[in-house]
């Protein structure tokens, strides 16, 4: 036991020592622009590949589409151990108004014991801690059993369909008994971790109308006005669903996009309207399209004129690990050495890539990570401290779940 303990405090040690390198990794990566949309990983790709290469990870680039690649890194065991994947994405929000920063959004900025920029908190500060780990278990000798995967992600931040889905439809996650999603999981500085995720569902509702002149609507059917007939009709669906406890209830945001009509002097015949649904566990995404066609049959028994359809382009259901599960108490254990006390779940009313982890490669995933300052706002930053802390508690996590070779 002696040993074991000191392995851990070299290693604490060790990740003490790298604060400078993990600062500067987060400057270099906030530094490479890779906005989303319009989408573009490759150069981030590159810098994570040859940073990965330096720490003895084998590096594979999947191009899932031009310019969408994903940076796929495993250290393979050298015995028995569990074989764990640190998933993150590379792919940020874009930077929206510049006039609303107050700092230079790809400068990397240090101030206050923060790094500022796009990206820092979500989630290129998180991709560094996990890297610092690997980087300190190198330094310290340490050899795990089981393989460590680390994967750079793409196209997190629009339904993930050439990051994490791709991965796991396309069979690049074979092999892996659990996942860590670096997502943010702090609240006021406090380490915790989001076992359970709501997921998405988007609605594309399209109404169909009879078009005219606009000197005469009567002689038309003007599909924008049954457009915002069926969407306050939407937003008022009750979704039948099992409260979850941790997440917050299922909700609906009708019309989050919508394009309609031609002409100023023309009746519209055409009205496209989006739907943003979230959903919690127990709730599937045919369910959600099931009740919103029901809407459309009751409102066009009550109007024939409305001739509305809804399909849904894009969804990802929700997801949850319990409490009890090995991942869970394996984060559980190594917060508790790391910072002293005890995690607690946190519920979030986002989602994010366990979904596809969990639901299509079967891989109990969680979310569990530094950052969120600012996240998709101006002026995001992430807090070196934590940073730090997320290394420790990843070293810690890599060398339970996969195991130390003796
Ligand atoms: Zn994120």
Not at 31 to 43: A, L, M, T, W, Y
Not at 169 to 197: H, L, N, Q, W
Not at 212 to 221: D, F, I, M
Not at 273 to 285: E, H, L, N, Q, Y
Request: proline residues 6%.
């Amino acid at each position: 036991m002696l040993t074991e303990m000191s392995l851990e405090s070299r290693v604490i040690d060790e990740i003490d020592r790298l604060k400078p390198d993990l600062i500067k990794q987060i400057q270099e990566m906030v530094r490479i622009p890779s906005e989303n949309p319009p989408g573009d990983e490759v150069q981030v790709s590159e810098y994570l590949a040859s940073a990965l290469e330096s720490l003895g990870f084998k590096v594979q680039l999947v191009e899932s589409k031009p310019k969408r690649v994903n940076t796929l890194g495993v250290i393979e065991g050298t015995g028995k151990g569990g074989n764990l994947l640190w998933n993150g994405h590379m792919d940020t929000v874009p930077v929206g108004n510049l006039d609303n920063w107050t700092v230079e959004p790809f400068s990397g900025e240090v101030k206050e014991g923060r790094v500022y920029g796009r990206g820092s908190g979500d989630m290129k500060g998180a991709i560094v801690s996990a890297m610092i780990a690997a980087k300190a278990l190198g330094n310290t000798g340490i050899e795990l059993g089981g393989d460590l995967h680390l994967h750079g992600v793409a196209d997190e931040e629009f339904f993930g369909r050439y990051g994490t889905k791709y991965l796991c439809e396309k069979g690049y996650v074979k092999g892996i008994d659990a996942a860590i999603v670096g997502e943010a999981s702090t609240r006021e500085g406090r380490v915790m971790a989001r076992p359970a995720v709501r997921g998405r569902t988007l609605l594309k509702l399209h109404v169909k109308g009879i078009s005219a002149h606009s000197s005469r609507p009567e002689h038309g059917v003007n599909a924008v006005l049954k457009m915002s007939k069926l969407l306050i009709a939407v937003n008022e669906t009750e979704f039948s669903f099992p409260s979850h406890g941790l997440l917050p209830d299922p909700t609906i945001a009708p019309g989050t996009t919508i394009k309609g009509g031609t002409k100023d002097n023309i009746i519209p015949e055409d009205c496209e309207a989006i739907c943003d649904v979230r959903t919690v566990p127990g709730m599937s995404p045919d369910k959600v399209l099931q009740d919103v066609e029901a809407i459309l049959k009751k409102l066009h028994a009550e109007d024939p004129e409305m001739q509305a359809t809804v399909t849904s382009p894009l969804s990802k259901p929700p997801s949850e690990i319990p409490i009890t599960h090995s991942l869970y108490q394996s984060a559980a254990d190594a917060t508790q050495r790391v910072m002293g006390y005890k995690l607690e779940p946190l519920g979030a009313s986002g989602s994010n890539d366990t979904s596809y982890l969990t639901n299509i490669a079967k891989i109990p995933a969680m979310a569990f990570g530094p950052g969120g300052g600012n996240a998709h706002a101006p002026d995001e930053w992430t807090d070196i401290e934590t940073q730090l802390n997320f290394s420790k508690i990843y070293a810690l996590m890599m060398m339970d779940i996969c195991g130390v070779k003796q």
